[in-house]
């Protein structure tokens, strides 16, 4: 385990590709609509987290489901032990940014994941022991 506190944040996947983005990791379960592999500029594509078919279908992410549909996610989390450990790897060599293709900035998966690691580094003291920035990336 590291004393280091890793540096998760989250931006979309449509914004520019920034070297200030450290680790560029697209948590879509779909590829983005429109973009091109090559302009993604991505380290990873961790389709494995993101939230199942069903439940992001049943969300289509309308804001009245926003708090059902955190709790359902974070109980499919608990679950994906493999997507979290590689994760886990890529915050201990740096900053690492979450990428998802949503519209909508405050309503999306990839905040329910952020904040999901940075209580599991509370809880666990684990590979992800410190609380990461969830803030957007510049």
């Known amino acids: 385990m590291t004393n280091a506190t890793p540096d998760l944040h989250v931006k979309r996947v449509?914004?520019?590709?920034a070297t200030s983005d450290g680790a560029r990791v697209l948590v879509d379960r779909l590829w983005p609509?429109?973009?091109?592999?090559e302009d993604a500029a991505l380290t990873l594509w961790l389709k494995e987290i993101a939230a199942s078919t069903a439940l992001r279908q049943w969300?289509?992410?309308d804001p009245a489901r926003w708090a059902?549909?955190?709790a359902l996610y974070r109980e499919e989390l608990k679950t994906k032990d493999e997507p979290?450990?590689?994760l886990a790897a890529l915050l201990r060599?740096?900053?690492?940014t979450l990428l998802y293709g949503a519209r909508d900035t405050a309503h999306n998966h990839a905040l329910v994941l952020?904040?999901?690691i940075a209580d599991a580094q509370h809880r666990r003291g684990s590979a992800l022991s410190a609380a990461?920035?969830?803030r957007p990336a510049r």
């Not at 609509?33 to 592999?37: A, S, T, V």
């Open 84 to 86: 979290l450990k590689a």
């Open 14 to 17: 449509y914004d520019p590709p």
């Open 33 to 37: 609509r429109g973009l091109r592999k």
């Open 93 to 96: 060599q740096g900053r690492v």
């Open 132 to 134: 990461p920035s969830t």
């Open 68 to 70: 059902e549909f955190q």
């Open 114 to 116: 952020a904040s999901f």
């Open 59 to 61: 969300f289509g992410h």
